[in-house]
């Protein structure tokens, strides 16, 4: 029988291990019991805390976008401007712990599962609806093309998670944040910055 007090525990310890094995394998070809030995504990503990694969993956999934909701809000705690606020929402996009090889393998799992699960498309609109309206709402003061460059940077980033699955050599995460604040720039007709200057 489960002990009293270590069910939060032993499903942190589930969901950070149905993480990394997603990321070593690369699919959802994962079985509870691989996931249950990483996480240190039996499969039927695993399938009494959450009942299956399906399950388990979901909590990770909920769990990945709760860690990127915090980095958001970190960052948007720091900033005073609008500009500043979409630069602290790009930089969450790309933080380090998202781009955690583990991480990045379980988003690409996440939208393939999302084709055939209602409850994963239910997570990945969710996600996809904060950022749009986070990025819709700093772009207001800036410009009356909100909605389309917020699709335009939506895009960029989770264009960014594929090639980073794609290319043999990982992208360059601050590189990479400062392609899309370029076009925002640019969008936003100011132009991109070379050498200090516009």
Do not use: C
């Amino acid at each position: 029988m489960p002990k009293i007090g270590m069910e939060p525990i032993r499903r942190k310890a589930l969901i950070n291990a149905t993480i990394g094995e997603v990321g070593r394998v690369g699919s959802l070809d994962v079985t509870v019991g691989q996931i249950a030995k990483r996480a240190g504990m039996s499969s039927g503990l695993a399938h009494h805390y959450f009942g299956g694969k399906d399950q388990i993956f979901l909590a990770a999934m909920r769990e990945i976008l709760t860690r990127f909701g915090a980095q958001v809000r970190s960052e948007l705690k720091r900033a005073q401007t609008p500009m500043q606020r979409l630069n602290g929402i790009v930089a969450a996009s790309f933080h380090a712990e998202n781009f955690a090889p583990e991480v990045v393998a379980a988003w690409l799992t996440f939208y393939v599962q999302a084709q055939n699960s209602s409850e994963a498309r239910r997570l990945l609109r969710v996600y996809a609806r904060r950022l749009h309206s986070n990025l819709v709402f700093n772009l207001r003061p800036l410009t009356d093309r909100a909605d389309h460059i917020a699709q335009g940077m939506a895009s960029i980033i989770d264009g960014f998670y594929l090639r980073h699955a794609l290319q043999d050599a990982v992208p360059d995460r601050a590189a990479m944040q400062a392609l899309v604040m370029e076009y925002l720039e640019l969008q936003l007709g100011n132009g991109p910055r070379q050498n200090g200057m516009r």
